[in-house]
């Protein structure tokens, strides 16, 4: 037997006289035991005293690093996580799921942090906002990590994935985590987690483990922790209701088990290639994680006249679906999570009898195969047929979280999107559609009530990722009975753990807070040109200013013949003085970026690498023949890159003989780092 432990305050503690058995969903026999007292004191000063503070210490690229060293290390051992998880009842392909899926997902937080978040501690949220007509008092909203803990309250179906999910954004973020997995499937999360101490890259402090209970954990949280939780709507309602959580006005984050749907367009008859991806998404989804999915179908929507089509297409392929010990190559669909979980489910299937027919699939008469799977937790797939959902409640608020689905019939695609609704609130909604009226109608009518709308055809099939395939790029999560809240959702999921603040002050002052340079700031000169300079060496507000030029009519005509850019406002000068925008003939906009850019270059090979892109490019006076142009290039903000090179932020002003400003930009280059 397992004898799964608890990792609190640096120590590992194993369970004790009041633990819970854990059972194997394979056999039904108990495997392992957890649970034992927690320590409100121990815990939460460990993560206040030592990981945050360490965390926050870091920039966002600092702890990127930490998470993709994580996932790489992870990735190493993930055969010892796939050989402990048969025994949670899922299959090979259902690691794939859990296992490499929260690998993914925790690369794909450590590249965004790279990428979309500054070298920094302070992460600037929008544009400078100016407060004042000289600019001398601007504001900006800024967000800074909570000083407080994470707490992470997991479901049992994804005991890896649902828990790197949560801890990837958390840790970028700058919070330390303490992680309560369901207890059924703890003994994965465990094993993940011994994995990642085992590779020392996390400050002491930055994650825990409660194997078991909470016991009063909740009663001690602030104002700066926040608890995420995924699971069942009511266990949602009991949490976030708590007298703690809500006297403190903890931050709390609730991804729960919702009525999803899938929707069949009007378009989609039998024969086209709609049809059959509907065919196969549902049956996907029904038979995936044996149905214990968040995300999973629970209602099939489809027009009436297709209702026979679709019960028939879906039957015969669940048919195909053989069950059994997941360990065994020819099985396809393994166990729910333990014999209560399937006694809850058969519970749920008689209220549904009560609006239902079950037209395919039946728990008396099921082939398990394996020898010592026969007391498993099992159940076939089952596929259930609503014929009158206009009045049926049951299937609309009911949800058997196991491989059970409802069909109904929809007139037309108002009733359609009426009863997609009808769910309260979903976490995501699917569409199998080639008609790109049906998906705006849909759209319109029904993102209000899903975190998630997945539309799918013909052009996106081969690589759409799937209904219930939540990615870490976009938000996870719903309103209503799906809990109200987002998790992942790229840089959005890591400000849960942020606290945006609107700072208002100087443009100096606003440079040191966000550690950019602000337009209006001090500048300086380097002791030579900037280009001659490595990325090191560059600082903030380094400024070059430029000889000025001044624009022929020549130059004009020159560079309208040469790029055929013969625009009337540049050629023909009465047509351009009956332009409200132009006092006659103007030069182009781009021709003024290449005499930008002539002005400030050095043209010598040195550390400047590349030209990468120009962000914001606005045009605020016409010059005309005879007007010169200066310009101003400044060092806005720097972010390392690897090695060997970095990436300089420039803001480049034009500004023409009266000083005023004409052009404005921020151009990007690769710098090349010293050494």
């Known amino acids: 037997m397992l004898h799964i432990q608890s990792f609190i305050a640096g120590q590992w503690q194993a369970p004790d006289s009041s633990a819970r058995a854990i059972e194997n969903a394979i056999t039904g026999t108990t495997m392992a035991e957890a649970g034992g007292p927690v320590s409100a004191a121990d815990i939460l000063g460990y993560a206040n005293d030592h990981g945050g503070p360490a965390l926050r210490a870091m920039t966002f690229h600092d702890r990127a690093r930490m998470l993709k060293a994580l996932a ?13 998880s048969f025994a949670t009842g899922a299959t090979a392909k259902d690691h794939l799921i859990d296992i490499d899926g929260g690998i993914g997902t925790m690369f794909v937080f450590a590249s965004k942090g790279r990428r979309e978040m500054p070298d920094a501690r302070v992460y600037r949220d929008g544009a400078v906002e100016q407060l004042s007509r000289q600019g001398t008092f601007l504001g900006q ?55 990642m101490l085992e590779a020392d890259i996390l400050p002491p402090g ?9 016991g009063d954990l909740l009663d001690h949280l602030g104002s700066q922790d926040v608890v995420s939780f995924t699971g069942s709507a009511a266990t949602g309602l009991k949490l976030r209701s708590h007298p703690g959580l809500l006297s403190q006005a903890t931050s709390f984050i609730a991804e729960q088990d919702s009525l999803n749907a899938s929707l069949l367009g009007p378009d989609a008859v039998p024969g086209t290639s709609e049809f059959d991806l509907f065919i196969k998404e549902v049956a996907r989804e029904i038979t995936v994680k044996a149905g214990q999915k968040c995300t999973a179908v629970r209602r099939i929507l489809v027009p009436r006249a297709q209702e026979q089509a679709v019960v028939e297409a879906l039957r015969g392929r669940l048919a195909g679906v053989s069950l059994g010990d997941p360990r065994r190559d020819d099985v396809r669909m393994g166990a729910l999570v333990n014999q209560a979980q399937r006694r809850d489910v058969l519970e749920t299937i008689a209220a549904l009898r009560t609006e239902a027919t079950c037209v395919s699939g039946d728990p008396d008469e099921m082939t398990i195969l394996g020898e010592d799977a026969q007391s498993g937790a099992f159940l076939p797939p089952m596929l259930f047929h609503c014929a009158d959902p206009d009045s049926a409640q049951v299937v609309h608020d009911t949800e058997a979280f196991g491989p059970v689905a409802t069909l109904m019939g929809y007139r037309d695609i108002d009733h359609g999107v009426a009863l997609l609704n009808r769910g309260g609130g979903s976490l995501v909604a699917s569409l199998i559609t080639h008609d790109t009226a049906i998906a705006e109608e849909v759209a319109f009518g029904a993102a209000a009530y899903h975190g998630r709308l997945y539309i799918n055809d013909r052009t996106s099939m081969g690589e759409a990722t799937g209904h219930g395939s939540p990615l870490p790029h976009m938000v996870h999560g719903g309103p209503g009975r799906a809990g109200g809240g987002e998790e992942m959702g790229g840089v959005r999921g890591v400000m849960h753990y942020m606290q945006r603040t609107a700072i208002q002050g100087s443009p100096d002052m606003l440079h040191a807070i966000g550690a950019t340079w602000v337009p209006g700031g001090q500048q300086s000169q380097g002791p030579l040109h900037p280009f001659r300079r490595y990325f090191e060496e560059l600082e903030l507000g380094e400024t070059l200013h430029t000889a000025p030029r001044t624009i022929t009519l020549k130059d004009i005509e020159h560079f309208a013949h040469f790029t055929g850019d013969t625009f009337y406002a540049h050629m023909d000068e009465a047509a351009a003085k009956r332009n409200p925008f132009f006092p006659g003939r103007v030069a182009h906009g781009y021709l003024l970026l290449s005499f930008a850019a002539g002005l400030f270059v050095d043209p010598d090979e040195g550390p400047v690498l590349a030209n990468t892109g120009l962000d914001g490019l606005r045009f605020m006076e016409p010059v005309s023949p005879g007007d010169s142009i200066a310009v101003a290039l400044t060092v806005k903000a720097k972010t390392p890159r690897n ?33």
């Open 72 to 84: 790489t290390h992870l990735g190493t051992h993930k055969q010892a996580l796939y050989d402990l």
């Open 206 to 214: 930055a994650l825990q483990l409660v194997s078991g209970g909470l």
């Open 141 to 195: 909203h800024i967000c800074t990590p909570k000083p407080g803990v994470a707490v992470h309250i997991n479901a049992f179906n994804f005991p890896v994935w649902g828990m790197l999910e949560k801890l990837a954004p958390a840790i970028l973020g700058g919070m330390p985590v303490i992680v309560k997995p369901a207890t059924a499937t703890c003994y994965v999360t465990e094993l993940a987690v011994k994995l």
């Open 643 to 675: 090695e060997d090179y970095g990436e300089v932020r420039w803001h480049v002003r034009l500004t023409n003989q009266e000083e005023a400003q004409v052009a404005e930009y921020e151009l990007l280059t690769m710098v090349a780092r010293a050494g």
